[in-house]
Structures are given as C-alpha cells and as structure tokens.
T-cell receptor, first 112, second 112 residues
Framework: RKEVEQDPGPFNVPEGATVAFNCTYS??????FFWYRQDCRKEPKLLMS???SGNEDGRFTAQLNRASQYISLLIRDSKLSDSATYLC?????????????FGKGTHLIIQP | DTGVSQNPRHKITKRGQNVTFRCDPISEHNRLYWYRQTLGQGPEFLTY????????KSRLLSDRFSAERPKGSFSTLEIQRTEQGDSAMYLC??????????FGQGTRLTVV
C-alpha cells in the first residue's frame, strides 16, 4: 500500500461548483498534514496545513480524520484559476520537512 | 528574487554522461532537500541536508547519485553514467524550522 494515496482524477468541474478531494495515508504515526498545489510545469507550493479540528482559508476547507487516516480538501465556488494538481502531503515525524511524503496528486480542471 | 534557485532549468544529455545540478536555497534556511518528480507522480524524496550535513538518503538514491552541500549554503546533485530512467524533474526545496518546504522551479533532465 502506498504511504499516501489520492484519486488522480482528472476532476472536471464547472466554474462555481464545489469540489472535494480525499487522501488516505498508511502511517498512523504521521504527525502533520498539508495540501500543496502544483500548476502545470511549475513547482509545488503550500496551499494550507491541515489540523485535527479542521481549518478554513477563504474558499478552501481542510479536514483530518485520524481514526480513519484520511484527509480532505473542499473547494467552494471554484474559479478557473483553481485548475491545478493538488498534492496531499504527510509528515512522517516531527521536526523539519525531511519527512514529507507526497501523494501522486489529484488533477483538477475547472471548466467555464 | 529571494526564492529557491535551481540551474540549469533544462538539461539534455546522452546516456552514460555525467550531469550536475545546482540549488541555491533561501538564504536563512538551514535545511535543503532534493526530490525527483516524474510525469503523473508526486515528488519523491531523495536526500536531505541540515547545514552541510547530509542526514538522510532515500533508497532511490543509487550509487550513481551524489549530493553535496559543502558550506551549508548551495547544494549540488550529480548523476554519473546517466540512464534513460533518470529522466525526470529534479526539485530542490529549503526550509527553516517549520515543516513547510519552499521549492525551486526544478531542473528538467532528459537522457537520450
């Protein structure tokens, strides 16, 4: 089983719709969780951290379910500029980013 | 530009040749990482430096791969006797104490 699993998509969604991605991780000792965004032929950039209590940043909501070992990202009122690959990222141990494990990414296409 | 800088951006080489890539991290970041990314995959961890010390190496890093960070600032990644399977995007990232990693734009290697 892969350490971090995501549905690769692509998800084709009309502009203005709500879209949700899920991600599962295998290491129950994982400590921190993130969503990164990667545009085509660009480097990954941090979108948001994911906290146990759930957290929101504008149109984006991230949630963590430790018991089921899954992480979700919800995008409301999607924009054309949201088209990108969304990478689920898990930190295996505390400290710095040396333990970051990336999923394969979920490809999102927002259609006008 | 105070972000992570990588060069060259693109490298085409013949199978069997040696290549070297350079990464200049964000100046105050003491942690530096190398990742490899192929089409349709998330970044895969290769190696990690804290200052000049190489603290972790992935099993992906075969004997043909070597990385250095001699003065704790820039880093180089060398691939000897390149193979077609080495064709990928090589990403460098840096961080300070937080888990968030800031990525460079990558070096795209094509082995022909």
């Amino acid at each position: 089983r892969k350490e971090v699993e995501q549905d690769p998509g692509p998800f084709n969604v009309p502009e203005g719709a709500t879209v949700a991605f899920n991600c599962t991780y295998s290491n129950s000792a994982s400590q921190s969780f993130f969503w990164y965004r990667q545009d085509c032929r660009k480097e990954p950039k941090l979108l948001m951290s994911v906290y146990s209590s759930g957290n929101e940043d504008g149109r984006f909501t991230a949630q963590l379910n430790r018991a089921s070992q899954y992480i979700s990202l919800l995008i409301r009122d999607s924009k054309l500029s949201d088209s990108a690959t969304y990478l689920c990222v898990v930190l295996k141990r505390g400290g710095g980013a040396d333990g970051l494990t990336f999923g394969k990414g979920t490809h999102l296409i927002i259609q006008p | 530009d105070t972000g992570v800088s990588q060069n060259p951006r693109h490298k085409i080489t013949k199978r069997g040749q040696n290549v070297t890539f350079r990464c200049d991290p964000i100046s105050e970041h003491n942690r530096l990482y190398w990742y490899r990314q192929t089409l349709g995959q998330g970044p895969e961890f290769l190696t990690y430096f804290q200052n000049e010390a190489q603290l972790e190496k992935s099993r992906l890093l075969s004997d043909r791969f070597s990385a250095e960070r001699p003065k704790g600032s820039f880093s180089t990644l060398e691939i000897q006797r390149t193979e077609q399977g080495d064709s990928a995007m090589y990403l460098c990232a840096s961080s300070q104490q937080s888990p968030e990693a800031f990525f460079g734009q990558g070096t795209r290697l094509t082995v022909v």
